[in-house]
């Protein structure tokens, strides 16, 4: 941007600190240090006057954004255009549901919420890209794992990003249930809860990975659906929500997820098999079963038995 911009705050972005408003309203490989040197100088004011980057805004607040180059961002325009040409390539998202504030995505196995080191494209690469123009970028407020599909809650403003971290901080205020394909026969006939102490270990190789035997408890309620001598499908609901949680638990009582070969599951060509497919709010829920092929594939014959 080559001049000055005064941005009204709006009703989605209210209560946001001055540096996260700043973070989602320009060029997002502008580093943070730049930004807080704008504050610290006086670049950037509110209603006119000096600031800090902690402030929380309110709706109607005025505030200068100084102008600023691409060689803020540390990247050269060669490089930009390759990342950004790489991410316009595929920018679709499928939404199953809509509520005030709020989009319900169908996250594809394979796809990152977030991006990391070798690769760009993401949930959120892809929201910033669709939603250039929106006065606040839509937002996940919560993970699933890069090779999970399902419903994942996306906030189009900042107080309903907020309503759904407290919410997601308590672990009964909400419902979160998933569907996945194990090896082996599942011994129990009923609805049963797992509960696991997790922790976090690093390998001699450097990467990490979730054990049981110590660390945070973890509880969730397993119901089978279909039960075979080679495999099962069973509905996981959360109690709680550690990483790799449901993939350790059921790994650790030799059920490993079909596709799941960081623990201990058989390759499949069609991946993991944990789709996240029934969130359920205080006041909405949302349902989205997989696109597993066959001999996997979930109908509402199945669901209906829950």
Not at 159 to 165: M, N, V
Not at 249 to 270: A, E, F, M, T
Request: proline share 6%; hydrophobic share 35%; charged share 25%.
């Amino acid at each position: 941007m080559g001049q000055v911009e005064f941005v009204t705050v709006t009703p989605e972005e209210a209560g946001q600190k001055l540096l996260q408003f700043l973070q989602r309203r320009v060029d997002k490989n502008v580093p943070k240090s730049a930004m807080m040197r704008w504050i610290r100088t006086g670049q950037v004011r509110v209603n006119k006057g000096r600031t800090k980057p902690f402030i929380r805004l309110e709706l109607d607040d005025m505030v200068r954004i100084p102008p600023y180059t691409i060689d803020e961002s540390g990247l050269s325009s060669e490089q930009r255009k390759e990342e950004q040409g790489s991410a316009k390539e595929n920018i679709e998202l499928t939404i199953v549901g809509e509520a005030d504030g709020l989009l319900v995505l169908h996250k594809p196995a394979g796809l990152p919420v977030q991006p990391g080191t070798g690769h760009t494209d993401a949930v959120t690469t892809r929201l910033k890209l669709k939603y250039a123009d929106a006065p606040f970028c839509p937002t996940p407020a919560h993970r699933l794992d890069k090779n999970t599909s399902g419903l994942l809650l996306v906030a189009t403003s900042y107080t309903r990003l907020q309503e759904l971290h407290e919410l997601l901080r308590n672990e009964h205020a909400l419902g979160k249930h998933y569907l996945a394909w194990v090896e082996g026969r599942w011994e129990h006939s009923e609805a049963v809860q797992l509960h696991d102490q997790l922790s976090k270990q690093t390998q001699e190789d450097g990467k990490e990975r979730i054990e049981t035997g110590e660390g945070k408890d973890s509880l969730c309620t397993v119901t089978p659906l279909l039960v075979t001598d080679k495999k099962s499908l069973l509905q996981i609901s959360l109690q709680t929500g550690r990483t790799h949680q449901i993939r350790v638990q059921l790994s650790s009582r030799n059920h490993p997820i079909i596709g799941d070969v960081k623990y201990n599951g058989s390759p499949n060509p069609q991946g993991m098999f944990l789709h996240a497919w029934r969130i359920v709010l205080p006041t909405e829920k949302f349902i989205c079963l997989p696109t597993w092929e066959h001999p996997f594939d979930v109908g509402n014959e199945l669901i209906d038995k829950i």
